[in-house]
């Protein structure tokens, strides 16, 4: 099991692709709702070519190394999930272990999310072929949840340990912070998030 992925919704669709792109990040997908369908604006199309449109982006999708960043169009910043990669059996028992807890599971053939009842979701994803094996990983997040409970149930639901995640209390559910394994940062995004990491040596 390996995180590999985070999602937010933003009111900064246009600086959070530039920021990450800055980075090293790669646009690998854009799509925005369009009337009654989806209507992609992948590269090699740039800013330039749609902006006047003014797309309302459902999901851009940047990736560097084994690394995948989702973001959409949304009123603020809000968090919607962590992603991991995992195998089929760890899939089955986080399942499994999921539903014990009364938490909500929605399976698909792509992904699987579970959907936590404090506000953000996780998703399992099977297809390790998404990412790229690299030295540029995700070496951990931290939320800022507003529940008491979150670690515990989290530790229930991992059996015992939690792959990568911390957790911090604080007055609402965020993330918080991320550290990168391979890439040298030590700034906020657009959407607040702290990111941390060093060059692999």
Same mark, same amino acid.
């Given at each position: 099991? #390996? ?26 997908? +854009?799509?925005?709702?369009? $009337?009654?369908?989806? /209507? ?20 851009? *999708? ?12 949304? $009123? ?7 992603? !991991? ?7 089955? $028992?986080?399942?499994?272990?999921? *539903?014990?807890?009364?938490?909500? /599971? ?6 699987? !999310? ?8 996780? *998703?399992?994803?099977? +297809?390790?072929?998404? /990412? ?22 989290? +530790? ?15 007055? +609402?559910?965020?993330? $918080?912070? /991320? ?7 030590? *700034? ?7 990111? #941390? ?5």
């Amino acid at each position: 099991m #390996k995180l590999f992925h985070y999602h937010f919704w933003t009111d900064k669709v246009e600086e959070t692709e530039q920021f990450y792109r800055k980075l090293g990040f790669t646009v690998i997908g +854009r799509h925005a709702m369009g $009337k009654g369908t989806i /209507v992609t604006y992948h590269p090699p199309l740039d800013w330039n070519d749609f902006r006047e449109e003014s797309p309302l982006f459902r999901i851009i *999708e940047v990736g560097n190394g084994e690394v995948r960043i989702t973001f959409g169009a949304g $009123k603020a910043s809000l968090f919607d999930h962590i992603g !991991f990669l995992v195998n089929a059996d760890e899939l089955h $028992k986080l399942c499994n272990r999921a *539903e014990v807890l009364g938490w909500k /599971v929605a399976r698909g053939e792509r992904r699987t !999310f579970i959907h936590t009842p404090y506000r953000f979701k996780l *998703e399992l994803q099977l +297809r390790h072929d998404l /990412v790229q094996e690299t030295d540029i990983a995700l070496r951990a997040v931290t939320l800022e949840v507003n529940d008491d409970e979150v670690e515990q149930q989290l +530790r229930r639901l991992f059996n015992g340990e939690l792959p990568a995640v911390n957790i911090t209390k604080g007055e +609402r559910v965020h993330l $918080k912070e /991320v550290h990168f394994q391979g890439l040298s940062v030590q *700034e906020n995004d657009p959407n607040g998030v702290k990111l #941390k990491g060093e060059e692999a040596e």
